[in-house]
């Protein structure tokens, strides 16, 4: 950039450009959403499957699935913040949202196993909801608020049927608000990079 | 009369670092001279200038045994930042007057 007289027009086109700039430059998220919503996913079905058709007792030993994603997120989170140039006040408010749920859904599960799990799903349903609409609003990106929107839906309903089908509908939750929003979220990323090395 | 701009922003590079410094929490080096398209001792010139204003703070560390230096606006820096958007703003009104917006009356008044 060279140094010379500019205009006031030119100054205004200068900022412009450069909080445009700063605007793109948008972390991958889609990491986190992708594998917390292939592990509850995964160990939705799981659990299912031992429930109502292997008949197992054990079929609540599916969820130390959830162990892995908590080592894993530190892990990657860990190296994430390593390779960071710059840091944004959307992630920082994100990450901050992020670890209030995290820790509000390690309490729900510590109350669930004093008082029962027949009616979990709703709650953590809700807890999805949240981080996604949050989420979706502060990066403007609807497939998330979508998500919750499914997310508050799937709750209700859930209110209504038995823990066999609450299990399902925790899983169809996941789906709808992590696994597509992430893969979405994904693409959205790697053709902002695209258009940032063209550009 | 107009308020003159303020000399150390109404600068092609300082003016962009700062822009730049607005719109994020903390940036490296690295990251404001790949958007300025700078030379890494132009703009260390530029950054030095601005924080001797009291406009960033300029954190210098280690990370993996490489020199690292964050940058981050400080309020001074969004109060001058301010103040010259505003500046400018009142330039442009004067060199390009908008024409008097005619309000739309209720013909039945």
Not at chain 1, 83 to 109: A, G, N, P, Q, R
Not at chain 1, 115 to 137: D, K, Q
Not at chain 2, 33 to 41: I, L, Q, R, V
């Amino acid at each position: 950039m060279e140094e010379e007289k500019f205009s006031p027009e030119d100054s205004f086109r200068l900022i412009q450009s450069m909080i445009a700039k700063a605007k793109n430059t948008v972390a991958d998220d889609s990491f986190y959403f992708l594998l917390w919503g292939w592990l509850v996913f995964i160990a939705s079905l799981a659990q299912w499957v031992m429930k109502v058709i292997l008949h197992s007792p054990y079929h609540y030993m599916a969820w130390w699935l959830m162990v892995a994603g908590v080592v894993a997120s530190i892990w990657y989170g860990y190296h994430d913040n390593r390779k960071k140039k710059v840091k944004t006040y959307v992630e920082e408010m994100l990450d901050y949202l992020w670890i209030s749920l995290f820790v509000t859904y390690m309490l729900f599960s510590f109350i669930f196993a004093k008082t029962g799990w027949e009616n979990c799903s709703p709650f953590y349903m809700l807890l999805y909801a949240i981080g996604n609409f949050v989420s979706g609003r502060a990066l403007k990106f609807s497939p998330l608020v979508w998500g919750a929107v499914a997310c508050w839906v799937l709750a209700v309903i859930s209110t209504f049927t038995d823990f066999d089908t609450k299990i399902l509908l925790g899983a169809l939750a996941v789906f709808c608000s992590n696994i597509i929003p992430g893969f979405l979220l994904k693409k959205k990323y790697r053709k902002m990079q695209f258009d940032v090395q063209r550009s | 009369m107009f308020k003159d701009l303020d000399p150390i922003l109404h600068s092609q590079l300082r003016l962009a670092v700062i822009s730049l410094l607005i719109s994020v929490k903390e940036a490296e080096f690295t990251f404001l001279k790949d958007k300025t398209n700078a030379t890494a001792g132009n703009l260390s010139v530029q950054i030095n200038k601005l924080k001797e204003a009291g406009y960033i703070d300029v954190i210098k560390q280690f990370k993996e045994n490489y020199p690292q230096t964050i940058c981050r606006i400080t309020p001074a820096g969004v109060h001058a930042f301010d103040d010259y958007v505003k500046t400018l703003n009142s330039y442009i009104t004067h060199q390009h007057p908008e024409k008097p917006v005619q309000k739309k009356t209720d013909p039945s008044l």
